[in-house]
């Protein structure tokens, strides 16, 4: 489902079940004392990450947590994952082609209570109400919280560094289902080229909402 909002070069994986998956014992070591819902969303995301692996001709290769949760990938690699209720995935792409990747999935419904006024800015919560206004959409704070963590996702590689909920503003445009996050902080210098915002796209589908941001690499004259 996710490949719909991706670009050509790179490669999407994606499950709504939970099918047998062996780990590497560097990862078995990683989960060996997590719930059994842990256990499933850990396997099933990598399970998803090897599968797109292989359709990059890469060899399966253990994916392990860094520091802050970010995965590890191999040489030569770039990617993020993601699991909600329901919703596992793991989108690769070949460093020559992509700098960075962040997706998100999340459930299409409220945000628990006291969650929006955590991560929404004054002006993105202005922006949610005129949303609601005017489109019978999905739940637009729910959606709010995944663009977020899309850009997060898409941040660290860049940078190792943390990005707050306040550290950037989103608008999301309901047409085109497309997003833009603009950084309220300095952002990395990537091939020269300074950046200042994340763009990415967004799709309601199954009771899910994704997001999916891929930042390309500089072509080469």
Request: charge should be negative; include cysteine; glycine fraction near 8%.
């Amino acid at each position: 489902m996710i490949e719909a909002i991706l670009p050509p070069d790179v490669v999407a994986v994606d499950l709504f079940d939970d099918p047998p998956a062996d780990l590497f014992p560097e990862e078995e070591a990683v989960i060996s004392r997590a719930v059994d819902k842990r256990r499933r969303e850990f396997a099933t995301a990598r399970l998803c990450a090897r599968r797109a692996m292989a359709a990059l001709g890469v060899p399966p290769a253990p994916v392990l947590p860094g520091p802050r949760g970010e995965p590890g990938w191999p040489d030569g690699v770039v990617g993020s994952m993601t699991h909600c209720d329901g919703y596992r995935a793991a989108v690769l792409g070949r460093s020559a082609q992509v700098t960075s990747i962040g997706i998100d999935a999340e459930p299409d419904g409220p945000l628990p209570p006291g969650v929006l006024g955590e991560v929404a800015l004054p002006e993105e919560l202005a922006h949610l109400r005129a949303l609601a206004a005017q489109d019978d959409g999905p739940s637009f704070e729910r959606l709010l919280f995944c663009v977020k963590e899309s850009v997060y996702k898409a941040w660290f590689p860049l940078t190792g560094r943390w990005l707050g909920f306040e550290e950037a503003v989103v608008e999301i445009d309901p047409a085109r289902e497309t997003f833009e996050a603009r950084l309220l902080v300095p952002g990395p210098v990537v091939d020269g080229t300074k950046i200042t915002s994340f763009t990415g796209r967004w799709l309601a589908r199954q009771g899910l909402l994704i997001t999916a941001i891929v930042v390309p690499a500089r072509r080469q004259s």
